[in-house]
Each structure stands twice: as C-alpha cells, then as structure tokens.
C-alpha cells in the first residue's frame, strides 16, 4: 500500500519548516540536530522528518534526494511538493486524481476506506490535517508534469502521426514504459 503513515500532530509550522528548508544550506544528514538548529525545537515538530522521508525529501537515512534538492529551487518548489504528495499518498491518488482539491469530510472517508478501519479517529484525523496542509503549499497546477508515462514519452519521442499509433498499441498490449525515456529509441518503437 503506497499511502504514508507519517503525520504532524500540529501543522501551523509545517510552512515555516519548508521556507526554512529552502533557506538552509542542505545538510549531509537531515536529523534532529539539524531540525533544532532551524530554530524548531518543538516535540510535535520532529515528525516532520517521517513526513520528508514519505515525501522523499530524505532517505531512510535521513541524506537529502534529487527531490529535496529540486525543492530548494524557488521556481519549482510547489511542484516538486505536489509530485512528493502524489508519491506518498499514491493509493489516495489512484481513487482520485485530483485528491488535492477533495473535502476535509470526503478525504477523512476516503483515508478510512484505505487504512481499512486499522487507524483511530484521531490518527485519520491528523493525515486528514496533514494532507490539507501540505496541499496548500503545493502547486498541482501543471497537471502535465504528473500524467502517467506512457501518454508523456510517445509524443516526445516520434511525431504527432505517430504518437497516436504507439498509443493505441499501448492500450492494446498494456506495455510499461520504463521510467527513464533514454533507455528508449524511437526505432525500437514502432512494429
């Protein structure tokens, strides 16, 4: 199941923490340590880090990814937070995909239904809060950026006339497309 655990009891610092993210110089191991010298120091603020490692901002190590790197830019910021909620709250994505602009009601129900009853009402309730929060930070305005693979590379990698045959041939045979478009030449593509 692709929809994260991790939660922020309180989320009124949640944009400090990322605006203060964007400011730092990225550390070699995002940990406590490095969370205290931001200037948060609050118990409640330390689930930020489960949250980064959901969101892939961070390993399970606590190293900084491409991803949080990507996010210190400020031109790309809110996408790159919008692709981390979409990645880490996939299964929520895959019932809607545009789960972002979801009621606080619908979304408690829909978060219910996917834990299958296992969490509390308050634990449902701070996801709720959580995903809320992270959504207003985020920009899910692009939509292109985040369609799935195989409708991005077919027009990309040969003409117009073209895309609609590898498109169909997709649909007919299911195929996958390997994340990485270079893997692929446009002469393997066609029959």
Same mark, same amino acid.
């Given at each position: 199941?692709?929809?994260?655990?991790?939660?922020?009891?309180?989320?009124?610092? %949640?944009?400090?923490? =990322?605006?203060? @993210?964007?400011?730092?110089? +990225? #550390?070699?191991?995002?940990?406590?340590? !490095? *969370?205290?010298?931001?200037?948060?120091?609050?118990?409640?603020?330390?689930?930020?880090?489960? %949250?980064?490692?959901? =969101?892939?901002? @961070?390993?399970?190590?606590? +190293? #900084?990814?491409?991803?949080?790197?990507? !996010? *210190?830019?400020?031109?790309?910021?809110?996408?790159?937070?919008?692709?981390?909620?979409?990645?880490?709250?996939?299964? =929520?994505?895959? @019932?809607?995909?545009?789960?972002?602009?979801?009621?606080?009601?619908?979304?408690?129900?829909?978060?219910?239904?996917?834990?299958?009853?296992?969490?509390?009402?308050?634990?449902?309730?701070?996801?709720?809060?959580?995903?809320?929060?992270?959504?207003?930070?985020?920009?899910?305005?692009?939509?292109?950026?985040?369609?799935?693979?195989?409708?991005?590379?077919?027009?990309?990698?040969?003409?117009?006339?073209?895309?609609?045959?590898?498109?169909?041939?997709?649909?007919?045979?299911?195929?996958?497309?390997?994340?990485?478009?270079?893997?692929?030449?446009?002469?393997?593509?066609?029959?």
């Amino acid at each position: 199941m692709a929809l994260t655990d991790a939660y922020l009891i309180a989320t009124k610092n %949640l944009p400090a923490i =990322l605006d203060a @993210i964007k400011t730092a110089r +990225a #550390p070699d191991k995002f940990a406590l340590r !490095f *969370l205290e010298d931001l200037g948060f120091k609050s118990t409640n603020d330390r689930l930020i880090i489960p %949250l980064l490692k959901a =969101l892939q901002f @961070i390993d399970d190590n606590g +190293a #900084p990814t491409q991803r949080y790197f990507d !996010f *210190l830019d400020e031109s790309q910021s809110a996408h790159v937070l919008a692709d981390g909620i979409r990645d880490a709250y996939e299964d =929520l994505y895959r @019932i809607n995909k545009r789960a972002h602009t979801l009621t606080k009601a619908a979304l408690v129900g829909k978060l219910k239904s996917l834990t299958e009853g296992k969490k509390s009402e308050a634990v449902v309730q701070n996801m709720t809060r959580t995903f809320l929060a992270l959504s207003k930070l985020a920009d899910f305005s692009d939509e292109s950026l985040f369609t799935p693979r195989q409708n991005q590379l077919a027009p990309r990698l040969m003409g117009n006339n073209r895309a609609t045959k590898w498109t169909k041939l997709l649909r007919r045979r299911r195929l996958k497309i390997p994340l990485c478009s270079r893997s692929l030449q446009p002469g393997l593509l066609t029959q």
